[in-house]
């Protein structure tokens, strides 16, 4: 089967450094999307990597490594607004395969 | 520029009615999307459509049907609406694997409840 494992919460303080792991097993990979989605919102792209290595977008950076089937989302400087959960999804034959989502609850 | 909209944003059916979700993009994608996202849950397919004219089944196809008879619409229709089909549910688009980065472009969602 295909599955994508994320924890479930992560909690931080602001101004801190946070990073969201994700482990995948899927039939067909081309590469690993971020998604940010605030409660009662759609979610809203954050990055993509279709090859090892970090990718580095302002505040956030996307690490992505094939041969362990892992990736990590990093989030510098948190800011109160990134509360929010954060999903990976592998891009698989047309399609994203999506994980349950992050929740990342920020202390003052 | 609209990007994705759907309509309606909140709807509440009866068990057993039926209904139709409207999505339209302005972008010229080719690609696009219906997943239905249960609370505290991920995404999930339900089904996508490559072009005008194709479609194809998702993760949980069974209780919806769609068409694309233009680039521009994709509506999913719900037959014999059940409990569980409360959800929120999300179209997206998306250029296609020759410009794919993995990006999808989401509407604003809608938010189902059969009663």
């Known amino acids: 089967g295909q599955s994508l494992e994320q924890p479930s919460e992560v909690t931080a303080v602001e101004g801190a450094i946070v990073q969201i792991n994700c482990t995948y097993q899927?039939?067909?990979?081309?590469?690993l999307s971020w998604y940010q989605q605030h409660d009662g919102g759609a979610p809203t792209f954050l990055s993509y990597n279709a090859l090892d290595g970090l990718e580095e977008t302002g505040r956030f950076s996307s690490f992505l490594s094939r041969s362990d089937s892992y990736g990590y989302l990093l989030l510098q400087e948190l800011q109160m607004k990134d509360s929010a959960s954060y999903f990976c999804a592998v891009l698989s034959n047309y399609q994203l395969i999506w994980g349950a989502g992050t929740k990342l609850i920020i202390k003052p | 520029n609209a990007g994705v909209t759907q309509t309606p944003k909140f709807r509440i059916l009866k068990i057993g009615q039926s209904m139709t979700l409207q999505c339209t993009q302005d972008m010229n994608h080719n690609y696009m999307y219906w997943y239905r996202q249960d609370p505290g849950m991920g995404l999930k397919l339900i089904y996508y459509?490559?072009?005008?004219?194709?479609?194809d089944k998702g993760e949980v196809p069974n209780g919806y049907n769609v068409s694309r008879s233009t680039t521009e619409d994709f509506p999913l229709r719900l037959e014999l609406a059940a409990p569980s089909q409360t959800s929120v549910y999300f179209c997206?688009?998306?250029?296609?694997?020759?410009?794919?980065?993995?990006?999808?472009?989401f509407g604003e969602g809608s938010r189902l409840t059969v009663l």
């Open positions: 997206a688009s998306s250029p296609g694997t020759s410009g794919n980065t993995g990006e999808l472009f």
């Open positions: 459509s490559v072009g005008a004219g194709i479609t």
């Open positions: 899927t039939s067909g990979f081309y590469g």
